[in-house]
């Protein structure tokens, strides 16, 4: 009828919240939620109690689930698993710190494109070098941007940043957790060869086949000398992005797309 409005009624997918606390609960659990949680849900996407959501455990596990309340305290009850992921491949990247707001936008889209940790390095030409006593700090920055990462992209597995790491613990890395270690130095794009070294680095990636792997990507200003020097002893194979300028956060992309990729189309 003229004059009229007319009622539509919406509906919105269930939230999916990230909750490693119900790795250990278990369907039919009540798990409490942190202030800031629990306040986002309530206060900031207003969903009353009772309302269906979907929590993702960080080891696997996606549950069904409602926003509840239990003896004061507010939070999730866990319903019915619906499916459980197994672990994925160690896909490490290693980022030369560049400057902070660079690093938030890092951080969420290593998770995105399939990181299962991210390693923040000083290196000698880094834009930002936090003070030692601060790290608790950015690490917390880092990780709340990484767990919203991990909620909105779908992924049951929980990615974590560890505290950022003066140059010399790259020795340490290679040698962790077995597979390949590989870094994407940008210096390679200045080689009249810079194409051919892209091909190859593809076939070296494809090579590592679904094996664990870490990735270094330097900070603007390249690594130094003395810096890809360490690298090749301790080793880190030499990769290319071809012969384009890239910003450090699109050779992360790139890079982590590459290894994704060499994953999905190898048989090893």
């Not at 866990?78 to 400057?99: F, M, N, Q, S, Y």
């Not at 590989?182 to 190859?200: I, P, Q, T, Y």
Request: charged share 25%; net charge positive.
């Amino acid at each position: 009828m003229k004059g009229e409005m007319k009622t539509r009624t919406r509906h919105h997918a269930a939230r999916t919240v990230l909750v490693p606390e119900a790795a250990a609960a278990g369907s039919g659990r009540f798990v409490a939620l942190a202030g800031a949680s629990l306040h986002h849900l309530v206060k900031v996407l207003r969903l009353e109690w009772g309302s269906a959501i979907r929590a993702v455990d960080g080891a696997g596990g996606l549950f069904e689930a409602e926003l509840a309340r239990e003896n004061g305290r507010g939070g999730i009850r866990l319903g019915k698993l619906l499916h459980r992921d197994p672990k994925p491949t160690v896909a490490e990247l290693w980022i030369c710190l560049p400057k902070s707001s660079t690093m938030d936008w890092i951080v969420e889209k290593a998770v995105e494109c399939g990181a299962t940790a991210v390693v923040p390095v000083v290196s000698s030409r880094s834009v930002v070098r936090p003070d030692p006593k601060e790290s608790e700090k950015y690490v917390g920055r880092w990780q709340k941007i990484m767990d919203e990462a991990t909620e909105q992209s779908g992924r049951t597995w929980r990615a974590l940043v560890r505290p950022p790491a003066a140059w010399p613990a790259i020795g340490e890395a290679s040698g962790s957790g077995g597979g390949a270690s590989f870094a994407f130095v940008s210096e390679l794009r200045e080689s009249e060869d810079a194409e051919r070294l892209f091909g190859e680095s593809w076939k070296k990636l494809q090579a590592n086949g679904k094996a664990p792997m870490r990735i270094l990507i330097g900070p603007e200003g390249g690594f130094s000398p003395d810096e890809r020097e360490e690298m090749g002893k301790s080793g880190f194979e030499e990769l290319s992005l071809g012969k384009t300028v890239l910003r450090v956060e699109t050779a992360v992309v790139a890079a982590l797309t590459l290894v994704r990729l060499s994953r999905a189309l190898s048989t090893t």
